[in-house]
């Protein structure tokens, strides 16, 4: 079992900037990947960023340049640095893990909401 705990969100004006952290525990040994993904109310979760135990990252398009995913493998944490934030930026981010026998995301945090807006 891996136990997520997300923390950082809040309410942001355009052009601002957020970091989250999601902090692991349980089996972490068994991680071989960890993710932030967003949504919104009435669309699909979407991959925002991602990052393997062998630090290859992966980011979505929409922000690319604006944000950074790292992980701390000491503090078995992962942080999604956001810059020059947008109103589309808002939603619901969620912190995942993979453990090495998944194919898919199988552990997930309880989500921090992220408002940008004047």
């Known amino acids: 079992q891996v136990q997520l705990v997300e923390s950082g969100g809040g309410l942001v004006q355009p052009g601002g900037s957020l970091r989250l952290s999601c902090a692991a525990s349980?089996?972490?040994?068994?991680?071989?990947?960890l993710a932030w993904y967003r949504q919104v109310p009435g669309k699909q979760r979407e991959l925002v960023a991602s990052i393997t135990s062998g630090r290859f990252t992966y980011y979505a398009d929409s922000v690319k340049g604006r944000f950074t995913i790292s992980r701390d493998n000491v503090k078995n944490t992962v942080y999604l640095q956001m810059n020059n934030l947008k109103a589309e930026d808002t939603a619901v981010y969620y912190c995942?893990?993979?453990?090495?026998?998944?194919?898919?995301?199988?552990?997930w945090g309880q989500g921090t909401q992220v408002t940008v807006s004047s």
């Open positions: 995942a893990a993979r453990q090495i026998t998944s194919v898919n995301y199988n552990y």
């Open positions: 349980g089996s972490i040994f068994s991680i071989n990947a």
